[in-house]
């Protein structure tokens, strides 16, 4: 029925690679991957795509990306460098069309208003937007493009064509253009998800598609699967419902009361870093980004001694739990009760302020971490700072956050 692209979404391909190629005439013309370190026991955060030919990906043990491809080169990543990067491509692609939402480092959504709806323009607009890429980044920065009815679609364009690649998904394919898609390329739906589909019997996207909305409702557990229904469908819900419903979060905590042999310095430090862990996965599942926490100590004469401090929104457990260590340690508590960890202030991820804060590329790796952990199992990842948190708390740190809606 519609012929019309509402959204465009961009895809920078191999972002960190082509960072590094752009910056290093020396790297462009070997394999390459960026590395958390120099050292063979880590993982490779991201890979150049003559890196992914020999298997290289995100994931791949360092020691073996060696002997997968041979002549392969490393970088430590560097936060840096992409964020400035990520700000010129903005601008690049804002020379073109507005960014509607930032959804990752590498990615962005834009919501297509009047003529550029027409797709002779829509296609034209992304090999213009292609165009100003190359010649205000660089020429190493490629993306690939979609073009679809919502953000959600437009995203699933974008993947079916890499490098460098131009898709559009029309209202009037659906929903047979999906059907020959994997369910994880679905947005949302990562290797947990899948397994739960797979659970009821539904083994393809088109076995997907053929569900009711409230058996959608039932997989997802709610909203989200009614949306997802719709936006598979190519309905455009550009407002986010998930964000901006009524039951949106402003904050999440946890409290716990201390055995008695608990109930001193030391240990109740240990008990909040657990606490803020939990509640910190639990943010990130919500897609939120946090930016006030509070600790909330009760002791046994029946006080509540309470610290409550404020900070550019973040997700980044190593920063929260710094400043955690600190408000615990200005409060110095002896003997404490009862403690609470409460994360607020929220703002959604996809609506932060790049500009804000300069430590995007962490974000983007605690992303990453969490996915890997998710994929390979629990504990597969650790970043430098979480190490020592890791063998002095008593619960192991368990990222499960499904890749989820970014952009939509
Ligand atoms: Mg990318």
């Excluded at 960026?34 to 020691?63: E, H, Q, W």
Aim: positive net charge.
């Amino acid at each position: 029925m519609s012929h019309q692209a509402h959204w465009l979404y961009l895809d920078l391909n191999s972002f960190f690679s082509s960072c590094e190629q752009q910056e290093n005439p020396e790297l462009r013309h070997s394999p390459l991957a960026i590395v958390p370190m120099l050292a063979d026991s880590t993982f490779c955060i991201a890979a150049s795509y003559s890196a992914k030919a020999f298997g290289v990906k995100t994931g791949v043990r360092v020691g073996d990306a060696k002997k997968m491809c041979p002549g392969i080169k490393f970088m430590v990543a560097r936060h840096d460098v992409y964020v400035r990067y990520h700000h010129r491509v903005i601008e690049a692609v804002e020379s073109c069309v507005p960014v509607h939402s930032v959804c990752s480092i590498d990615e962005v959504a834009c919501e297509l208003t009047g003529s550029q709806k027409d797709l002779t323009k829509a296609r034209a607009l992304a090999l213009k937007i292609k165009l100003a890429l190359r010649e205000q980044v660089g020429a190493y920065m490629t993306a690939s493009i979609g073009i679809g009815p919502n953000a959600l679609l437009a995203k699933m364009a974008s993947d079916m064509q890499k490098p460098d690649g131009l898709t559009v998904i029309t209202a009037s394919e659906l929903p047979q253009r999906l059907h020959e898609l994997k369910l994880q390329d679905i947005p949302g739906v990562g290797r947990k998800m899948e397994v739960r589909i797979q659970a009821q019997g539904v083994h393809s996207v088109e076995a997907l598609l053929k569900l009711n909305e409230s058996q959608m409702r039932g997989l997802w557990g709610g909203i989200l699967g009614a949306r997802m229904y719709r936006l598979l469908r190519g309905e455009d819900l550009s407002t986010p419902a998930y964000f901006h419903g009524s039951n949106t979060p402003q904050s999440i905590g946890h409290e716990h009361v201390l055995p008695p042999v608990q109930r001193n310095l030391n240990d109740s430090l240990g008990v909040a870093q657990r606490l803020l862990v939990k509640v910190a996965v639990r943010l990130r599942q919500a897609r939120m980004m946090a930016r006030s926490m509070k600790l909330l100590i009760k002791t046994l004469d029946g006080l509540n001694h309470e610290r409550r401090i404020s900070f550019d929104e973040t997700q980044d457990t190593s920063f929260l739990m710094r400043e955690l260590k600190k408000i615990h340690s200005e409060l110095a508590i002896k003997k404490p009760l009862k403690i609470g960890v409460t994360l607020g202030n929220f703002i959604p991820e996809n609506e932060h302020q790049l500009s804000l804060f300069n430590d995007e590329k962490k974000n983007k790796i605690f992303q990453v971490v969490d996915s890997l952990n998710s994929k390979y199992g629990r504990d597969t990842v650790y970043l430098g700072a979480q190490h020592d948190f890791r063998t002095s708390a008593p619960t192991r740190i368990a990222f499960s956050r499904i890749p989820g809606l970014d952009e939509v």
